[in-house]
């Protein structure tokens, strides 16, 4: 089954895609959610005109984009966790690297980054998507608390 998708879905494709998917997801899951549309024949020319017109509006984008990228990779993070040695008292998840990324001056949204689950200290990356051409690898640091 051929869908167009309406917003991006992770791990599928990004918006305006023309994706094919079995037809059990498409149908019971991202058409009822409002994840995608069919791809008629008439839905694709429609496609293909406003993907013309938004070619133009894409590139000042893109642009933007690539400056938050050069910013973030001039950031050093450091998250502070309670730690017994080299674990941690809990974990360090995509959602404490987007506060770090914020008190940096750098509002992201969470589900941009990805960086797994962290349970002890030490250097990790995180990629964060701020586009669907450009994404970034984020060097991190987990320290102890002291």
């Known amino acids: 089954m051929e869908l167009i998708l309406k917003k991006d879905v992770q791990n599928l494709g990004f918006k305006d895609d023309v994706v094919t998917v079995k037809n059990g997801y498409g149908r019971n899951f991202l058409i009822p959610q409002g994840f995608a549309h069919m791809a008629t024949p008439s839905a694709k020319k429609i496609l293909a005109e406003n993907l013309k017109q938004k070619a133009h509006k894409e590139a000042k984008v893109v642009d933007d984009a690539k400056k938050v990228a050069e910013s973030l990779k001039a950031l050093e993070i ?17 959602i404490d690297i987007a506060e770090a990324l914020e008190k940096a001056g750098q509002p992201i949204d969470r589900k941009f980054i990805t960086s797994g689950v962290v349970k002890r200290t030490g250097k990790y990356t995180a990629s964060v998507r701020l586009h669907r051409d450009v ?8 320290v102890a608390e002291k």
């Open 78 to 94: 450091k998250l502070t966790a309670k730690a017994g040695g080299e674990k941690l008292f809990g974990s360090i998840t995509n």
């Open 135 to 142: 994404i970034v690898e984020l060097p991190y640091e987990i």
